[in-house]
């Protein structure tokens, strides 16, 4: 295994040589390794059982861990070169890293990290900031920036990270690469230099779903179980409109790939903001005791304060002697959030704590054993190199705002690339309860290839100027049937709801509104036909269960109409019209 991996390091030397170039628009040298690696060495896996044994779970796959892992005989760095020079070698590895290893992986070397592993962009003045391979002019994303590179340039086969409020997720999408959160608390930090102790997790990422989940479930230990399909997968709508992309880009995407593995009415639409606000009752008492009653701040907004105060209030606490005494050059902007007065009670500290554990038990409720929340990792594309972008208020707050929903409740999340736009990455998360990272590890392995065949169907129909969206068209197109409908012009609303049919024929709706307008017509078999359509695609659409049992006791249909309006009213039970006609035809024909 020695001379495999020197092998590799020759090899890369020589297939990279010519990288060795200096660009006028990026002015700088992109280095052989990308800058991604702070130090390299070799930890080699146990021999192999002998047969009939199985193989050790991860052979043949190397790795890197960021510079927060502590590896025996080396002092682990933590993204400064004061902590460097003030700290001894570790005496120990890390146990999580000991578990990779003896799983059969090889460990190659560090990776950088940003300053003291606070940031979530990924510069670092001190060791350099890692070149993003997927887009060479703008950042990588940061704690874990060199982590993300080594495994977006093909160096490694997955690496290890530490996300706190982002250093997985930000980087994996920046770097189109794939990231993972597990739960908060299921794999051991430590070994470990701590951040946020309530925020930290270990985190992965990975090129392709196989070798997460062959890594993942080594990492978290997990028995064997079946796997299961999810029943609910919602889209988080407010938290698509803080995209500065067009959002159908990333949902399209989701829609697609879900109704082709699980069918449309899994699909279900959710206003985190309305939420949160009535389950998390703490944010109102964090909202009156800090923001004085400014009525501007959403749910989101507030989460992502209180996960910024806890980061710095728990990094203060383990670190602050460190800063005091030593004193190392820092970052302007990370001295800033770092040094700035925490005017925090210890009253509002434990407010945020509450908050905290009122957010994993209403994430909990929300998606239960078998949902997945569906939301976009960062609301920015990733910035240039050297922008001020990354330091204003509209980017913190939707940045801190879409992290801050994981980071706070502990549930699982995994970051997924959906190809490019405008010539840099794109990517979507899934979220699913605390302790359900198994749970969305297999939902991820299951709809990975169909998310990339859609979103290169997407991003490819975005490059012809004259091709539209036919599920956009298709909406404008119901909508105005709609309209129709509601000025009484039947036959118009039909043609209008058949346009949309031809556009996007698989969604249950636009079926159920032509029956609608059939019904008022009087074309009874035409209408059921379409609700039965409906209802095949769907088969909670309460409406087509009405509309089909009405066709159907026009037509004569007793007992199915009964049926229908029946159904209707398992599915919804204080419907006053499926209880009224059910009762109606069973005193009449029964």
Not at 54 to 78: C, K, M, Q, R
Not at 233 to 247: G, S, Y
Not at 455 to 481: R, W
Request: proline letters at 5%; charged letters at 20%.
């Amino acid at each position: 295994m020695a001379s495999h991996a020197a092998n590799l390091w020759v090899l890369l030397g020589l297939g990279l040589a010519g990288i060795f170039l200096m660009t006028k628009r990026l002015k700088k040298t992109i280095k052989a390794d990308f800058g991604a690696f702070i130090q390299k060495l070799e930890l080699l896996p146990p021999p192999q059982p002998a047969p009939p044994k199985a193989p050790h779970p991860l052979t043949g796959l190397n790795f890197a861990v960021s510079d927060v892992f502590d590896i025996e005989g080396y002092v682990t760095g933590f993204g400064h070169p004061d902590w460097l020079r003030t700290h001894e070698p570790s005496t120990r590895t890390s146990p999580v890293v000991l578990a990779l290893v003896e799983g059969g992986a090889t460990c190659i070397g560090k990776t950088v990290v940003d300053e003291l592993a606070y940031s979530i962009h990924g510069e670092n003045k001190h060791y350099s900031t890692p070149t993003n391979p997927a887009a060479p002019a703008r950042i990588p994303g940061g704690s874990s920036s060199g982590a993300a590179v080594a495994v977006a340039a093909d160096f490694v086969d997955f690496s290890l990270g530490i996300d706190t409020l982002g250093g997985i997720r930000v980087p994996a999408a920046f770097c189109g690469v794939i990231g993972f959160r597990p739960s908060h608390g299921v794999i051991s930090n430590t070994g470990i230099i701590p951040v946020s102790s309530s925020l930290d997790t270990v985190g992965l990422f990975a090129k392709d779903p196989s070798t997460l989940r062959r890594v993942g479930l080594v990492l978290l230990q997990l028995p064997f179980s079946v796997q299961r399909n999810p029943k609910q997968i919602l889209l988080a709508d407010d938290c698509f409109e803080l995209l500065k992309i067009p959002k159908d880009r990333i949902s399209q995407v989701v829609t697609n790939s879900t109704e082709k593995h699980f069918g449309r009415q899994v699909l279900k639409h959710e206003n985190l903001e309305k939420y949160f606000s009535s389950k998390v009752p703490s944010l109102k008492e964090f909202y009156s005791q800090k923001i004085n009653g400014d009525s501007k701040f959403s749910s989101l907004t507030l989460l992502a304060n209180v996960a910024q105060i806890l980061q710095r209030y728990e990094f203060k606490c383990t670190h602050g002697e460190w800063i005091n005494s030593e004193k190392p050059v820092l970052d302007s902007a990370i001295s800033a959030q770092i040094n700035e007065t925490l005017d925090m009670t210890d009253k509002e500290i434990e407010i945020c704590k509450s908050i905290r554990t009122e957010m994993r038990l209403a994430v909990n409720n929300l998606l239960k054993d078998d949902g997945i929340l569906v939301i976009p990792t960062t609301a920015y594309p990733p910035p240039k190199l050297g922008s001020k972008e990354i330091f204003s208020d509209d980017y913190q707050n939707r940045s801190f705002s879409l992290l801050s929903i994981a980071s706070i409740s502990g549930c699982c999340q995994v970051t997924l690339p959906l190809g490019y736009h405008d010539k840099c990455p794109v990517s979507v998360s899934f979220i699913a309860r605390h302790g359900g990272d198994r749970f969305l590890l297999d939902t991820v392995q299951t709809v990975y290839s169909s998310l990339q065949e859609h979103a290169d169907t997407v991003a490819k129909s975005k490059l012809s100027p004259n091709a539209v969206n036919q599920e956009h068209s298709a909406e404008v197109v119901k909508e105005k049937g709609n309209q129709a409908y509601k000025d009484k012009q039947w036959q118009k609303a039909i043609g209008f709801y058949t346009e949309a049919i031809k556009l996007s024929g698989n969604n249950a709706t636009y079926y159920s509104n032509r029956a609608a307008a059939y019904l008022e017509l009087g074309s009874f078999l035409q209408a059921e036909a379409d609700c039965s359509k409906a209802i095949s695609l769907d088969k909670k659409n309460v409406k087509a269960y009405l509309r089909r049992g009405t066709a159907r006791e026009m037509l004569g249909y007793y007992k199915e109409a009964i049926e229908d309006f029946s159904y209707a009213l398992v599915l919804e039970p204080t419907n006053k019209r499926a209880a009224l006609s059910a009762d109606r035809l069973r005193k009449v024909f029964q």
